[in-house]
């Protein structure tokens, strides 16, 4: 029980390494790859105390060099979901009842022990087992799981602060209780922090969870499982198993004790869950909470007063970092026809400079997409726009899958605002842009507003302040995070808290308070200092 109120260390943003050549850092982290890389482990799930290693083994490849492994892991079946769903309720008693004080010093510990010890490794397994290059992994697996880690614990403590008001002879006060059950996390494989911060954000709440990441992301999972409990996290609070998707679903979803779910994913998989839930509300001991982040078909626009060489930037680090396998990644532009020729002297000389490879070469900006799945998707778009009459490739365009997953980072150029690479989602390295006439800026942000069912983030490009306002009113729903001259992807936790709405998903602000107050159930407690010992009402007398 706690006997004080406490403030925990004011969070800062952790500063950003630049790895530049000859650095410290970038010395420490090619060390770690060159020692990582000759490895080959073995990668267990973590159910309760046991370390479980039994099951189908399957192997951990690199995607920019698939026949490389770097380790193995093993696919449980139902009886390991179960087993995981039984070892957090097990653990939940004591996990909820523990003072909050507790809870938060092991995942300010946790930060501190990736931002020292554990960071060149989680940034070397993000490199090497989701392809990430080093300054995407530093501001990902480092970073930001760094930052979700010190500020959540900040935002406990301002929920548990807020309390009500209280009138004469009365004290009135809230407890913000964990949820009565066990919350489901499923984390994607494009970002580390995020599939971190899914399960650890429930758990610093109190509650207890199961936790299935994506099979392409479970080498660093396996990184920040190791963290968490060498910073004390308890046996069973996090439960982390590689169980088939569907399967694990059909009996997380069915258990009376599914108290919620904290999703990243897809927006079709996202939405067989709620219908799920839906179909079994009634074997529920408590309505679940619903959470989740599902992609985007995110835009930027020009107006005719925008900086051509900024907007050149915005669009080709918006688009083709982690080879635009991010939900907020830069997929459609509009740009006025008079900016045309300005805009594309400088984004083509920029890409034409930018390299691909494996992530070991540093001067690599660009490395492979996640899988061969993502690969035939990403070909199937690219080549449907080649052979379109009313869309066409101007740059990039070629893909290569005999050593590793690599596509070209690919530009185009449409004259359908609604050709289908407009439209939807692809989750790679291609960006098509639709050129308007000048004077017809207000009907292209209509046309900005109603073409995607997502509404993740979105960017303007102007000078012009009144095109600026208006661009914010007219996309007012459009985007979830809206960047004024800017790219619109690298949200900071703190900063930009993050989430869409419409087919984006519930909007609920992962890097905010608000997203922690989903994983909590309040309770209000009214004690009467004076209790009245009369029925009577004072209107009753005559």
């Not at 927006?267 to 839906?278: M, R």
């Not at 507003?449 to 012009?464: E, H, K, M, V």
Request: proline share 5%.
């Amino acid at each position: 029980m706690s006997i004080g109120f406490f403030n925990v260390p004011t969070p800062k943003n952790e500063p950003i390494l630049g790895y530049a050549p000859n650095s410290k850092e970038r010395v420490s982290l090619k060390a770690k790859l060159a020692e990582m890389k000759s490895q080959v482990i073995e990668v267990p799930m973590f159910i309760g105390s046991e370390e479980l290693k039994e099951g189908k083994k399957l192997p951990l490849t690199s995607p920019h060099d698939h026949q490389h492994v770097l380790g193995y892991y093993y696919e449980g079946d139902a009886s390991h979901v179960n087993k995981a769903i039984d070892s957090s309720l097990a653990a939940r008693e004591k996990w909820a009842n523990m003072s909050w004080e507790h809870r938060v010093s092991i995942f300010l510990k946790a930060a501190d022990l990736s931002a020292s010890k554990y960071r060149m490794e989680l940034n070397a397994a993000t490199m090497l087992g989701q392809s990430k290059n080093a300054f995407q992994a530093e501001i990902d697996s480092a970073c930001e799981w760094i930052d979700f880690l010190r500020f959540n614990a900040h935002f406990a403590t301002q929920i548990y602060a807020q309390q009500p008001e209280s009138s004469e002879y009365v004290w009135n006060r809230s407890e913000y209780r964990p949820l009565e059950g066990f919350v489901f996390a499923v984390t994607p494989f494009n970002f580390t922090a995020i599939a971190g911060n899914l399960p650890a954000s429930a758990a610093l709440m109190g509650n207890v969870v199961v936790w299935k990441p994506s099979p392409t992301q479970i080498y660093s999972a396996y990184v920040l499982m190791k963290i968490l409990k060498e910073a004390g996290l308890p046996d069973g609070v996090i439960n982390l198993i590689y169980t088939d998707g569907p399967l694990t679903g059909d009996i997380a979803f069915r258990h009376p004790e599914f108290a919620g779910v904290h999703f990243t994913g897809s927006t079709k998989v996202f939405q067989h869950i709620w219908k799920t839930i839906g179909e079994n509300i009634h074997i529920y001991k408590s309505y679940p909470r619903i959470v989740g982040e599902t992609g985007g078909k995110d835009f930027v626009v020009a107006h005719t007063s925008a900086d051509t060489k900024a907007l050149a930037v915005g669009l080709l680090r918006g688009a083709f970092e982690f080879q635009g396998q991010k939900c907020s990644a830069a997929s459609r532009a509009y740009i006025p026809k008079s900016l045309w020729e300005s805009t594309w002297e400088y984004f083509s000389k920029d890409l034409a400079e930018l390299k691909m490879g494996s992530v070991e070469d540093f001067s690599n900006f660009v490395t492979a997409v996640i899988d061969e799945k993502a690969f035939d998707k990403i070909a199937s778009y690219i080549d449907w726009a080649k052979n379109s009459d009313t869309a066409k490739v101007i740059a990039g365009g070629s893909y290569d899958k005999s050593k590793g997953y690599f596509i070209q980072p690919t530009v185009i150029l449409t004259e359908d605002p609604k050709f289908t690479t407009m439209t939807e989602e692809i989750f790679g390295p291609v960006l098509t842009i639709y050129l308007y006439e000048d004077d017809q800026f207000e009907e292209t942000l209509h046309l900005v507003d109603t073409t995607s069912p997502y509404a993740l983030t979105g960017a303007i490009f102007s000078q012009d302040r009144y095109a600026i306002e208006l661009a914010t009113k007219k996309l007012t729903n459009a985007a979830g995070n809206f960047y004024i001259n800017d790219k619109p992807t690298g949200a900071v936790v703190g900063q930009q808290p993050f989430g869409g709405g419409r087919a984006s998903g519930t909007n609920d602000k992962a890097g905010s308070s608000l997203n922690l107050l989903r994983w909590v159930s309040p309770r209000t407690i009214k004690e009467n200092f004076v209790s009245p010992t009369d029925y009577k009402y004072p209107f009753l007398a005559e």
